[in-house]
Nanobody, 115 residues
Framework: QVQLVESGGGLVQAGGSLRLSCLAS????????MGWYRQAPGKQRELVAR???????NYADSVKGRFTLSRDNAKNTVYLQMNSLKPEDTAVYYC?????????WGQGTQVTVSS
């Protein structure tokens, strides 16, 4: 099993920045693809960014150029640096990881961007 704990959410004005962290309970190199998803009220959960075990990343078109996903293997942590935030980025952000063909989720962290 894998436990994922997110942190770093909060309230920020449009144009501001936040960095989300996702701490995994095991070596993240033993975990398959890890990613960040978000879910706004009344909307489906959507992929924001993902990193494969080999280190390749991909991003949703809506966040390309503004968000950067990175990881620190020694700290078993994946980060999502979010810059130039927009009100439409407001959502609960979830960390995910695939381990032995099962997907695991964190509890989510709220990001609110005011206009």
């Amino acid at each position: 099993q894998v436990q994922l704990v997110e942190s770093g959410g909060g309230l920020v004005q449009a144009g501001g920045s936040l960095r989300l962290s996702c701490l995994a309970s095991r070596n993240i190199l033993s975990i398959g693809a890890m990613g960040w998803y978000r879910q706004a009220p009344g909307k489906q959960r959507e992929l924001v960014a993902r990193i494969t075990n080999g280190g390749s990343t991909n991003y949703a078109d809506s966040v390309k150029g503004r968000f950067t996903l990175s990881r620190d293997n020694a700290k078993n942590t994946v980060y999502l640096q979010m810059n130039s935030l927009k009100p439409e980025d407001t959502a609960v952000y979830y960390c995910s990881g695939i381990f032995f063909n099962s997907i695991y989720w964190g509890q989510g962290t709220q990001v609110t961007v005011s206009s």
